[in-house]
C-alpha cells in the first residue's frame, strides 16, 4: 500500500504563488505516475499534472501550462507542486495520487488541501 498526504494549501490572492508537498509512504517502488488533481466547488474533479516516480517526465492540462510545475524528490519520497500566477478559477481542493502502472487507474489518493484565490 502507499499513503499519500498533502500540505501546503490556503489563502492567497490572484497573482500569488503556493506550493503544495504531498508526502509519500509505504511501497514507494509500487509506483510508476504521481498525480495532482482538483476539484473546484460545484466541479468535477479534474487532472491537473503527472510526472513518473522514477523518470521524471511531465504533463499538464493547457490551463495551468506555464504558471503550474509538477517535481518530485526521489530521496524525500516527496512530490510538488508550484503554482505561479494564481487565478480565482484555481481555487479548488487539491489531490496528489499515485498509480502503479502506466495505465491503471489512480488506485493511491491523499485526503486533500485546500487552495483559494481572491480576486
Known amino acids: 500500500q502507499v499513503q499519500l498526504v498533502e500540505s501546503g494549501g490556503g489563502l492567497v490572492q490572484a497573482g500569488d504563488s503556493l506550493r503544495l508537498s504531498c508526502a509519500v509512504s509505504?511501497?514507494?517502488?509500487?509506483?510508476?505516475?504521481m498525480g495532482w488533481f482538483r476539484q473546484g466547488p460545484g466541479k468535477e474533479r479534474e487532472f491537473v499534472a503527472l510526472?513518473?516516480?522514477?523518470?521524471?517526465?511531465?504533463h499538464y492540462v493547457e490551463s495551468v501550462k506555464g504558471r503550474f510545475t509538477i517535481s518530485r524528490d526521489n530521496a524525500k519520497n516527496t512530490m510538488y507542486l508550484q503554482m505561479n500566477s494564481l487565478k480565482p478559477e484555481d481555487t479548488a481542493v487539491y489531490y496528489c495520487a499515485g498509480r502503479a502502472t502506466l495505465t491503471s487507474d489512480f488506485s493511491y489518493w491523499g485526503q486533500g488541501t485546500q487552495v483559494t484565490v481572491s480576486s
Open positions: 509505504g511501497r514507494t517502488f509500487s509506483l510508476y505516475t
Open positions: 510526472i513518473t516516480w522514477h523518470g521524471g517526465s511531465t
